[in-house]
């Protein structure tokens, strides 16, 4: 019988190692923290009355963290043993210690500053190995023969089955250890390369200054520039690429009368060009989140496209990434005097790794996905006739200008907001462009212009805001926008696929006497 529990306990443990060894993969793979662990030895801390809390970090000096993280990885192991123990008695009781546990991760994690619902993937990872350890070991048994089903299974267990448990475990025991070993390799590649773009020191590259005139002074309206850990993230990538920038290269080829490969010092100590630039997905739903605005600096690409001289007949760029993407912009787009760029800053500092680092392209005008290519290692100057490119073989259109577009901000929808004079607000764009004008409608009622703050660029968003006089009750609000060639925004709905989203972002909200 000692043999026996021995085993589950044993197979409980190395389930436990198992899970949490496949959420520090995921942790490290997403690049999401250090795993669940940390956020919940932080749970703990602030749950901890700081009576307990002083002397304890007093004692420990500045092991603290190190020994609470022990604590509670010792407690886990502890009860993934005890799970083990309970699992061949009954499987469902070992399910629910598991169950605690992962509740446990999960308001670690989802209690954390700045948490996101992306920080919960390793937790669920984790919980998902354990019950797969579960049931993997569960399944070593044989089932009970009528002769033994009266016998409590636990006080038997022959050699071979035990064989087949501790065999399984053993098994279980190298995948982990292998999935740390990558977990590590991806987070050390990760670490390295970070920390070679802090050392960057880019002279080009200046700080934004946001004008005063571009902010409407409305509280809840987003902000005019948004921070890069703000701004939205796109990409087919699992894994963000991991580019060593004095390894970096950029060849330009194709319909060229010479090929150029540049290095990253080549590019940085060209002469650069720095710019508001707001960037949006195709995928952006009217009133979405897919959108932000940038100060980017960077080599404008028509000067490289002229010294590798384009042949005749060229019309299409084909963007190639680290990783693969792919992406085809029109040649025009890159060479007319727009400004289209290889960004190799963001925001006043070199590009995020999150954000194409060291280079990617940004185009005035142009939907990300046709455009604005990430961890860009090759420009092909070709014809659009020649080639597919990601998402154009997956029925998006070829060719894809941002179309003019509007949001409100404020209210939010659903919310309350007080009777009389109640001032709305939000953003309105048309990259390259311009916006001329807002004009917002009250209840389904006559179009109204909106007051437009100032932009220093028709290819960054503007901020609006109007005053609406409100009766009690029910309300909604609507937007639309005209750009400076005089084209109105559509009330046309339609979806994001396959070239971008139309319509009129509606907000229902109520008002009520304060
Ligand atoms: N290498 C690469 N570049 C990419 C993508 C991608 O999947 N891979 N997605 C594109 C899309 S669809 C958009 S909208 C923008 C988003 O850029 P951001 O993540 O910096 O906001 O990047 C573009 N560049
Ligand atoms: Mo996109």
Redesign the pocket.
Known sequence: MRTARRTWWLAGVVAGLAGLATSYGAAMLLAIGPSPVAPVADLVIRLTPGAVVEPAISLLGRADKVVLVGIILLLTLALCGWAGDLAPRSAGAATLVFTGLAVLGACGVVTTADADVLDLVPVIVGYATWLLCLRLFLAAVPPPTDAESGAAPELAMPTETRRAVLLRAGGVLAASVLVVAVGRVVGGGRQAVEKSRQLLRLPGVSKPRVPAEARAGLSGLTPWLTPSAD???????VVV?TIDPAQWQLRIHGLVDRELVLSYDQLAARELREAWLT?????NPIGGP?I?NAWWSGVPVAELLREAGVQAGADAVLQT???G?T?GTPLSALTDDRGAMLAIGMNGDPLPL???FPV?MVVPGL???VS?????VDLEVTTFDKFEA??TTRGWAAQAPVKISSRIDVPRPGSEVPTGQVRVGGLAWAQHTGIAGVEVALDGGDWVPADLAASPSDDAWVQWTATLTLAPGQHSVRVRARDKAGLVQTGVQRDVLPDGATGWHTVSFSAAAG
């Open positions: 701004f939205y993230q796109i990409h087919t990538a690429p960037l949006n997905c195709v995928s897919l932000g990434s680290h990783d993407w992406c999150e954000h194409g990617r939907y990300g996905y604005a290519c990430k961890w860009l990601y998402w």
